[in-house]
């Protein structure tokens, strides 16, 4: 039974940080290209950030150089280091993997950001 779980998230005051991790089971987690995506309060989910197999990763410009996406392989986990949070950080945050053939998504952790 493929499960990701995602975990790490809360509120938090502008300018913190906050560490989300996502722990996959039930698949080849080492062969998954690993995504985080949010959806704010009334807006479209949007991918945040990737890691790809060998361990590249992307970033949407709205979180580039305050977000950093790793990768455990030996811990079957994903995480995502949010740093200099604000308000528009304010979301479900889901974590997302891709294997060869389809794509498994995780339930969510809702991150709040007050100013």
């Known amino acids: 039974q493929v499960q990701l779980v995602e975990s790490g998230g809360g509120s938090v005051q502008s300018g913190g940080s906050l560490r989300l991790t996502c722990v996959a089971s039930?698949?080849?987690?080492?062969?998954?290209?690993m995504s985080w995506y949010r959806q704010g309060p009334g807006k479209e989910r949007e991918l945040v950030a990737y890691?790809?197999?060998?361990?590249?990763?992307w970033y949407g410009e709205s979180v580039k150089g305050r977000f950093t996406i790793s990768r455990d392989n030996s811990k079957n986990a994903v995480h995502l280091q949010m740093n200099s949070l604000n308000p528009e950080d304010t979301a479900i945050y889901y974590c997302?993997?891709?294997?060869?053939?389809?794509?498994?998504w995780g339930q969510g952790t809702h991150v709040t950001v007050s100013s």
């Open positions: 039930g698949f080849t987690f080492s062969e998954s290209q």
């Open positions: 997302k993997a891709a294997t060869y053939t389809t794509t498994y």
């Open positions: 890691i790809t197999e060998p361990g590249t990763t």
